[in-house]
Structures are given as C-alpha cells and as structure tokens.
C-alpha cells in the first residue's frame, strides 16, 4: 500500500511540475561580454587585461633542473568587474592543459601571449570568482631590447631565477601582467633534493618527500605581478629580524660569497631608508644574490634579486625601491620616475649621510656634463625610454626640487607620500599636485621644465637656493 500511495505521489508532483512555469527566465541568465585583452597601458598595449581584479594568486610548481621541464597549477581568486563571458591572463609558451572556472571546465584558446577563458557560464559583475590553470613546458624568458632576457632564466649554476621588468611573471604561471593589478601572491615550488627555493615574502613550512622537497612563501600584501619572483640554486641561506622584528632571509649563489658583507649591511640600509621615507612597508626583507651577469639588479619586493656586479649602492637602490615602486606602484610606465628617480636619490641620500658627499658639489658637476645630461624627458618619456634619464637626471631634478621647497617640506613629502598611497599605484601628476598642496607653492614652471622638458632648465629652476653659482 505504501509503494502505491507513493507512486501516486509522485506522479500529481510530475504533473505539477509539467504544469508550472519556470521561475527563471532568460532575463535572469547572465549575459556576458569579452573582457578586454590589454591593462590600457599606451606604452604596454599588449600587456594585462581588463574586466576583472585579481586578489589572490596561489602557484604550485614542480621543476626539474636537469631537464628544465616544469609543471605548473595556478589558482587566481579576482573580482568581476564586468560581466564576463569571456576573458584572458597572460602566459607565454607554457602548454595549458586544464582550465576550470569556479571548479566546471572551461573553453581557451591561445591569441599570441593571451590564455583567453569562456567559462561554462557567464561570472557576474561584482561575484568573486576562482581560476585554476594546469600547464607545462619549458620556460623561456623574453627577449627585452633594453635590459636582454627577462622572465624565467636558466643560472650559471643549472637552477633558475626569475627577473624583468616590466614583465617576466608570465614566463612561468598565468597572470594579470599589469602593475595596476597587485594581489597576494604564494608560492609552493617542489624541486630534487639538494637544491633549494628563494622567494617573497614570508618563509613557510618545507616538507621533503621521495627525493624531492616543497619550499612555501607568501606575501599576503598586494604585489605587482613582475615583482614576483622565484630562484632555484644551492643557495647558502642567513636568517635574522630587522630590529621591530620584521624577518629578514638572503640567499647567495654558489661564487657569491664576497656579497655577505654587503647585506650585512641591509639593517642598517633599511633603518636609514626608514628616517627618509617612514616605517619599512613590506612584511620581510632580504636579498637574492646571482652568480650571473645579468645587466640589471631588480627590486623584486621584499627580496631583490642582484646581478653579480652589485655594490653597496646598488642594494641602498633596490631597498629604497620597497616604498618606491613596491608598496606605491605606478600608474602606468610614463610614471615611472616615481619608482627610479627616487630610488636613485637615495642613493645621494645615502652618500651625503654615510661617506659625506657635497651633494651641491655633486649636482654642479652634473650640470657641468651639458646637455646629454638633459636630453630626456622624466614624465611621460615615450615608450622604450623609461630606463634611461631617470636614473641620472632623475636625481638631478630631485636635488633641484629640494633646494627650491626648502629641507622641511622636502623630506615631509618623501615620508608622507608612501604612507598616503601604501599598497596601491599612483601617478606623478598626483606627485606634482602633492608637493604644491604640501608646499603652498605653485611649482607648474619647475616640473615643466624638469620632468616634462627635454632641454637645460632655464637658470630660476636649475640654480634654486644653494644651488646658486
């Protein structure tokens, strides 16, 4: 009588269903757009993408040296910013062999640099959404006109390390390749026993398993996604705190023994950075020393990653760059003496404190070079010479702005202006309307001449104060 009365049940529930209308129309499915394939950058058009903001990236590797073979499992947590029925990360080379959306199967396709996803179903403006990416292959960097390999590099040593700018996270996991995109970043690398895995951030728990062992680090703070980085070498590792207890781990390379004196030297380094731009904004610190000639250090963030020249300026540099450029992160690339300009001030700075350089002496004899010191311009300088004028003009120009605003103000922007925009980006226009707004001083004539000039200042702004012949 039971299964009697249950069939009857379940045949008046059939039937009512049958009978109803459906409570979701088509209005209610989400009705998705392509997110765009490029961050809006003028000088990078085919770098980043948009319709979404990343959060969190979570990156498992495992690499073998002696075949330089990788496998790679990304999860990227972001943010719709649109409605998305398609849209992309940026990975070079590397062969994708699953894609999921929310934990459903998704559909790629491979434009040139771009992984472009179409998820099972459309993700909502403003939902919060998972990516994961499965992939592997060789690495390979990318080839820079102005700096050489960037991205994954294979060491002298047999390991690799990863290093560029303004790309090189997208040589070895998927990513928003754009420096207005920060988001947490962890690592998980599982390399053979008797190698070993330097990164950013904090140290994590290593666990060691059949010949082979998992180093983790993580930076939970927002991090533009070329300042990520990984080496993987027999590394020689020192441990210590900074003096509020922030850690403190370095890595050298096998040849790199004569650079632990210098960084040594990172406490101190960091303590004076500190009275010039405020607290210290990243949650470690260290560096990674190569034994290879690469043509440029990097400030990689907590960690920089030094070419095998590196001297005691060079680390003063990369240091400063952890307020300038790290915790406050360009806008976009024309902005970029906010990261360089600065960064190369600090090393006066540091000269003036520490070995008691005349800096007017020093900026006179500057001057004195003519007009190759003047020829390009500091702010929005043209595509391809972002990492030129900045770094000998820059300072120029910074010394210049201190004798025309006086010391008070001057050192007063220097530490509140990392404070105001801790761990997001800004633009040097906002730099130039902050040291009006701090100075009460209209300084349109000085910055135009200086940083949107390419021509000797005329003399109002090129000898200001003691600066005076």
């Not at 060789?138 to 560029?164: D, H, M, R, T």
């Not at 947490?184 to 010949?211: C, M, T, Y």
């Not at 040097?428 to 100075?439: C, G, V």
Request: net charge negative; with cysteine.
């Amino acid at each position: 009588m039971r299964v009697r009365k249950l069939a009857a049940l379940l045949a008046v529930a059939a039937l009512c269903v049958a009978c109803t209308p459906s409570t979701k129309s088509a209005e209610d499915e989400v009705q998705g757009t392509a997110g765009a394939r490029t961050a809006g950058d003028p000088y990078y058009p085919a770098s980043g993408n948009g319709g979404y903001d990343a959060s969190n990236y979570v990156v498992a590797i495992t690499y073998d040296p002696k075949s330089h073979h990788l496998d790679g499992d990304t999860t990227i947590t972001a943010k719709a910013a649109q409605n998305l029925a398609e849209f992309s990360l940026d990975l070079d080379g590397l062969d994708v062999r699953t894609v999921t959306v929310d934990g459903r199967a998704a559909k790629t396709q491979r434009d040139g640099g771009k992984l472009v996803i179409s998820p099972a179903d459309a993700v909502a403006k403003g939902s919060t959404f998972t990516i994961e990416v499965q992939y592997a292959g060789v690495p390979n960097p990318i080839k820079s006109a102005k700096l050489g390999s960037e991205g994954w590099q294979v060491s002298s040593s047999g390991g690799a390390f990863v290093a560029g700018e303004p790309h090189s996270a997208s040589t070895w996991y998927p990513v928003n390749d754009t420096p207005t995109d920060k988001a947490a970043f962890h690592l998980a690398a599982k390399v053979p026993d008797g190698w070993s895995v330097i990164s950013n951030g904090v140290q994590g728990r290593n666990e060691s398993k059949d010949g082979w062992t998992t180093y983790r680090w993580d930076e939970p703070d927002p991090i533009a996604p070329y300042l990520t980085t990984v080496g993987i070498d027999h590394w020689t590792m020192t441990t210590g705190k900074l003096a509020d207890g922030t850690p403190l781990v370095s890595a050298f390379a096998p040849g790199t023994e004569d650079k632990k004196a210098l960084e040594d030297r990172l406490p101190e380094i960091l303590d004076f950075l500190s009275s010039k731009f405020g607290k210290y904004p990243q949650d470690a610190a260290g560096g990674i020393f190569l034994a290879d000639k690469i043509s440029f250090s990097l400030e990689t963030q907590t960690r920089p990653i030094y070419a095998q020249w590196t001297d005691l300026s060079t680390i003063v540099h990369e240091n400063a760059h952890q307020w300038w450029g790290d915790s406050v992160s360009v806008q976009h690339w024309k902005d970029v003496c906010l990261n360089e300009c600065f960064a190369s001030y600090a090393q006066w700075l540091w000269a003036e404190a520490k070995e008691g350089a005349n800096l007017d002496d020093n900026y006179r004899k500057w001057v004195q070079k003519g007009q190759q010191v003047f020829a390009g311009k500091l702010y929005d300088m043209g595509a391809g010479n972002e990492f030129k004028a900045v770094y000998t003009k820059g300072p120029m120009a910074l010394h210049a702005l201190r004798r025309t605003i006086g010391d008070d103000a001057f050192f007063q922007i220097l530490k509140t202006w990392p404070a105001l925009h801790r761990d997001g980006n800004a633009t040097w226009p906002q730099f130039e309307s902050y040291a009006e707004q701090i100075t009460g001083k209209d300084l349109k004539g000085f910055f135009d001449a200086w940083f949107r000039g390419a021509t000797q200042p005329a003399d109002q702004y090129l000898w200001p104060g003691t600066l005076k012949p």
